[in-house]
C-alpha cells in the first residue's frame, strides 16, 4: 500500500495583528499575500506519517506539541510520527504575547493546523512519490568577518551555503497527475525587513504560488540550515520576486525527469539528547552581553539580565536542554530536522556522511530555540553564537549558547537515526 492525502488551510490573522521576526513599532497593516498551513500524510503498508509546514517564524516547542499530540490522538499515530515546521517568514504573526488578539490567534491556528492533518488524512489515494535535486544561487553567507578577526550580520561571498534545491513530488497512482510537492531549500525567509508592515510568507510564499499554478497541485517550501545563510536578494518587494522567480525557476527544472514509484523505506523517528549550554559567565560579561543585545537589536534584556545574574548568585553555572532531532524518510531521501537553526555546513556533513544529495538537514522543526552554529563559529562570535539567547532565550529557553561541539555530535545522532 502506498497513500498520500494533501489538504491546505488558510491560517491569515487579522490585521493588526503583531509581526514576530523583526521589532516592528507597529503590527499587521496590510497583507500582500494570505498565509497557509499545509498538511501531508504518508502511508505505507506499516508507518503512517504527517508532514506539516506552517507560514510562521517558528512557534514555542509546548504549543507546536500541543499539535503534535492532537493529531497523534485524530489519527491513532506516535506523537514522534508527526513533523511540524515552519517557513520562518520574518513577516508573519506572533503566537507569544500577552496580547489578547495574539493568544485568540493562536488557539484558531492551532485548531487549524490540527483540522489541516486530519482533512489530510480523510483524502489519502493511492500515490507514487519521486525525489531529485539540483542546485541554485539562492543564498548567500551572512557572516562577513571584520577588521578586528570576529563577524557581523552582513554578506560573506566566500562562506558556505548549501545550494541544494530538492523535492519529493506526490502523484495520482491511476492518473499520475500531481497531487503535492514538497521543495527543500536554504537562505532565510527575511527578505521584507523592519521597515516592512505587510503580512507576507516572504519568497516562500510567492515560490508557492508560482509552482501551484503550474503544478495544479499544493506545494510546501521546507528550510534546511539556514542559520548562517540570507536570501541573495532581500528589502523589497521586488527582492522576493527575483528569489521566488529564481526558486521556482530550478523546482520546474527537476519535474521532468523525476522517476515515481510506490512508497516502499518509510519511517519518521525521532531521539531526544540533553545539549549543554556554555556556563554561565561573570556578571560583567553577562551584562556585556546584555549591553551589545540593546546596542545591536533594541531589544529590553532585562528579564535576560536579571534571570542570568539571579543563576549566578546562586551558584547556577551550568545549564541544558533538551533537544529533539527527527528524521523523516521516504524511499531514497531524507529530511532531519531540529527545532533551532543550524548552519550550512552541518547539512553538507550530513550529506558527505550518508553520501546521498537527497539527505537534507533543516533547522525550525517541530518548534524554535535558537541557533546551533558549528565549534569553527564559536572564535567569531556574532549574533548567532553570542546574543541570540539574550534577545530570545526567556521566551524558548535556551538561555546560553550550545556548548562548542553541539552540532557535531546533532549530526552524529542524525547518522544513527538513519541506521535504524
Known sequence: MSKVGVYKLDITPPLGIDFIGYHRPTGVTNVDERIYATAFVFESNTTKTVFISIDNIGMLIEDTSIIRQQIAIELSISFEEITVVYTHTHSGPATVSNSEVVKAYKTILINNVIKAAVKANENVELSEVGWNVTVGDIGVNRREETTDGKVKMGTNEKGIVDPRIGILAVRNESTQKLSGAIVFCTAHPNVLKSDSDILSADYPGLTRGILEQVLHCPVIIVQGSTGNVNAKYRGSMKAIQQMSYALSGHVLTMIPSIVFRSISKHK?????????????????????????????????????????????????????????????????????????????????????????????????????????????????????????????????????????????????????????
Open 268 to 420: 519518521t523517528i525521532s531521539t531526544k539528547y540533553k545539549i549543554d549550554l556554555k556556563d554561565i559567565p561573570e556578571p560583567e560579561n553577562i551584562k556585556r552581553m546584555a549591553l551589545s543585545a540593546e546596542e545591536q537589536w533594541g531589544v529590553n534584556t532585562n528579564k535576560w539580565l536579571t534571570e542570568m545574574l539571579n543563576k549566578y548568585s546562586q551558584h547556577t553555572k551550568k545549564l541544558s536542554i533538551d533537544l529533539e532531532i527527527q528524521l523523516f524518510q521516504i524511499n531514497e531521501g531524507s529530511f532531519s530536522g531540529i527545532p533551532m537553526e543550524p548552519f550550512s555546513e552541518s547539512a553538507l556533513d550530513v550529506q558527505e556522511r550518508l553520501n546521498n544529495k537527497l539527505a537534507f538537514f533543516g533547522g525550525y522543526t517541530n518548534g524554535y530555540l535558537g541557533y546551533l552554529p558549528t565549534e569553527e563559529a564559536y572564535p567569531y562570535g556574532g549574533y548567532e553564537v553570542e546574543l541570540n539567547p539574550v534577545v530570545y532565550g526567556p521566551i524558548t529557553g535556551l538561555w546560553m549558547p550550545p556548548v562548542e561541539n553541539t552540532a557535531e555530535v546533532v549530526v552524529k545522532k542524525i547518522l544513527e537515526l538513519h541506521k535504524c
